[in-house]
């Protein structure tokens, strides 16, 4: 039985659907086959039940924080998170005797990088987004330097894959494996929901954290097109305000286009399956 360890920085729901794949991926995995265990920073809210239900051992360890306060002690705070949860996984490699490392997110790979290559274990990176992205991004500096020496990537489309090849990855290290939805889920959902659809209505959905790179202007610029063929379309956005002021700048562009009426904000939620057969668009 191969020892496969979990790294991520964080197990919560609304930093982003990164999480929820995870949650997809422990729930699946052969237990015949893999000895497994996971490896996370710190949260304020503490472990989802989804994962604690799961039955694994989960280690917790110093938090990382996603956002980095520019400035000297910002920066330093960052730093030291990142020794922190470093030392802490080379210490795990070595008492557990991992044999594979997989790490869910970009911000772990900034601390599980050096302890797998210094203890010589594999390490499957999987990437969740689009490199380019985050240019500009404190996370984005090392990208280049670590995509390449990872053992090999999982990218979540061809066109994540595309992006991690243009910072160097080989392209025999790299595998799109899409994320996946279980048929039986929907299929319940829609026979239990079905009867909720607005026929009268032409309605969008949007499932993402506000943040600017998820286009939440662009939905609504776009919607502002389609009224002009469509007058009964309309939007829903699901997502946790991880940036406000970005929230406050599409709220006011869609009272600006006169899209109030047209556009709802649903928050975040974490049972979304049941709702999708509401809308028709995704």
Not at 190 to 214: G, Y
């Amino acid at each position: 039985m191969k020892r496969l360890l979990f790294v991520t920085h964080t197990l919560d729901f609304e930093a982003g659907g990164a999480e929820r794949v995870l949650l997809d991926v422990l729930k699946r995995i052969d237990r015949s086959r893999f000895d497994v265990s996971v490896f996370v920073g710190r949260d304020t809210k503490g472990i989802p039940s989804d994962f604690l239900e799961l039955g694994l051992p989960i280690s917790v360890h110093a938090h990382l924080a996603m956002a980095v306060q520019l400035g000297p002690i910002g920066i330093l705070r960052t730093a030291l998170s990142i020794v922190r949860l470093a030392l802490s996984l080379w210490t795990a490699l070595g008492r557990e005797r991992v044999e594979v490392v997989h790490v869910n997110s970009i911000f772990a790979l900034h601390f599980a990088l050096w302890p797998c290559l210094l203890r010589s274990v594999p390490l499957v990176y999987h990437e969740h987004g689009l490199a380019k992205d985050r240019q500009g991004s404190p996370w984005s500096i090392l990208y280049a330097f670590m995509i390449k020496r990872v053992q090999h990537t999982i990218a979540i489309t061809d066109a994540v894959r595309d992006q991690t090849l243009s910072y160097g990855a080989q392209p025999q290290n790299v595998t799109t494996v899409h994320n996946g939805i279980d048929p039986r889920d929907s299929t319940a959902a829609a026979s239990a929901d079905a009867s909720k659809r607005d026929e009268d209505t032409f309605t969008i959905v949007q499932i993402a954290n506000f943040l600017d790179w998820k286009g939440q202007d662009i939905l609504a610029d776009a919607l502002a097109l389609l009224r002009r063929e469509v007058p009964e379309a309309r939007v829903v956005f699901y997502g946790h305000s991880k940036d406000l002021e970005y929230e406050a700048r599409v709220r006011k562009q869609i009272e600006t286009l006169g899209l109030t009426d047209a556009v709802e904000f649903g928050g975040f939620r974490a049972d979304l399956m049941q709702f999708l057969p509401r809308f028709d668009c995704l």
